[in-house]
Each structure stands twice: as C-alpha cells, then as structure tokens.
Nanobody, 125 residues
Framework: VQLQACGGGLVQAGGSLRLSCAGS????????RAWFRQGPGNEREFVAA????????YYADSVKGRFTISKDNAKNTWHLQMNSLTPEDTAVYYC???????????????????WGQGTQVTVSS
C-alpha cells in the first residue's frame, strides 16, 4: 500500500495550490482520508478529512472557507484545493488514510494507518 502526494510548490500570499494524493495497493473509497501538515518547529496537525463513507467533510478552523477536500474514487485519489494562502500555511503537507477511523478520531494522527511522503508548500509574503 502506498500513498503518493504531489502538487506542492512556492506561491505568493493570496495564491492557490491543489494537492493530490494517489493511493495504490488497495481501494480507498471506503476509508477515511485526510490531509495533515507540519510547519517548521511544529507538530503535525490536522487540516481536512473525509469520513469513511465519504459523505462528510471536516476542516481545521484555520483553513475553513479557504481549503476544500475532494475525492475521485474512480482514480483512487483525493485532493486539497488551497485558496487565499498565507505564510502561516507554509508546511509539509501529508495525505493519510484510515481503515477504521470514526468521526470523533478523524482529526487525530493516531487514527491513520497509511501516510504519504509529504509535499512542501511554501507561501511567500
């Protein structure tokens, strides 16, 4: 099983980026899927997630209204559209998937079974 994240880069404040995570080795359509990020000197934090049935989405307060998580089950991929980026969004972004995470645990790193390698997002002021 492998998750491959891509789409990071350098962008000016106010700009946009779209991250993608491609899963292989199993079908993730019935798994909880998420994005986390880890900024310099910080712990890895929750950004956004789908519930296991894909019907519900959850966002960290810091990204609500700016970021959108989406999925393409036919391609076994999920995405993170990031708009109105600020320097505070600078981080390595990780995709993750969980076989059994329940709603109350979706924001917890420990709930996830598989992780992508991370993609760097740098927002300049």
């Amino acid at each position: 099983v492998q998750l491959q994240a891509c789409g990071g880069g350098l962008v000016q404040a106010g700009g946009s980026l779209r991250l993608s995570c491609a899963g292989s080795g199993r079908t993730f359509s019935n798994y909880a899927r998420a994005w986390f990020r880890q900024g310099p000197g910080n712990e890895r934090e929750f950004v956004a997630a789908f519930s296991r049935n894909g019907a519900s989405t959850y966002y960290a307060d810091s990204v609500k209204g700016r970021f959108t998580i989406s999925k393409d089950n036919a391609k076994n991929t999920w995405h993170l559209q990031m708009n109105s980026l600020t320097p505070e969004d600078t981080a390595v972004y990780y995709c993750a998937a969980s076989r059994g995470a329940i709603t109350s645990s979706l924001t917890s790193r420990e709930a996830y079974d598989w992780w992508g390698q991370g993609t760097q997002v740098t927002v300049s002021s």
